[in-house]
């Protein structure tokens, strides 16, 4: 099984930037697809962004598009996500996803969830 944890959330105004990580357990992690999932107070859980294990292929939810870059480094057991020009709308608890096919951490129901870390942007 993988396991993984969240880091890098907390509050910023708007406008400003975060860039949020996503440590996993295991040497496998490398052969995992991971996504960043969100979701606010009395909403839904919501897809944000995804990445292939080797990085080749990118998803990104159209509330996001050009503001936020997921990356990951497989040496480090670590994923990424940077988030630029926040907005309040993008207030949520942010989750990392991993699963051994791409299509499933874009929003498909990912095999493994980190427990969350929230990110709160003030206006």
């Known amino acids: 099984q993988v396991q993984l944890v969240e880091s890098g959330g907390g509050l910023v105004q708007a406008g400003d930037s975060l860039r949020l990580s996503c440590a996993a357990s295991?040497?496998?992690?490398?052969?995992?697809?991971m996504g960043w999932f969100r979701q606010a107070p009395g909403k839904e859980r919501e897809f944000v962004a995804a990445?292939?294990?080797?990085?080749?292929?990118?998803y990104y939810a159209d509330s996001v598009k050009g503001r936020f870059t997921i990356s990951r480094d497989n040496a480090k057991n670590t994923g990424y996500l940077q988030m630029n020009s926040l907005k309040p709308e993008d207030t949520a608890v942010y989750y990392c996803?991993?699963?051994?096919?791409?299509?499933?951490?874009?929003?498909?129901?990912?095999?493994?969830w980190g427990p969350g870390t929230q990110v709160t942007v003030s206006s």
């Open positions: 990445i292939s294990w080797s990085s080749m292929w990118l």
């Open positions: 996803a991993a699963d051994s096919l791409t299509t499933q951490v874009r929003g498909k129901s990912p095999a493994y």
């Open positions: 295991g040497r496998a992690f490398s052969n995992y697809a």
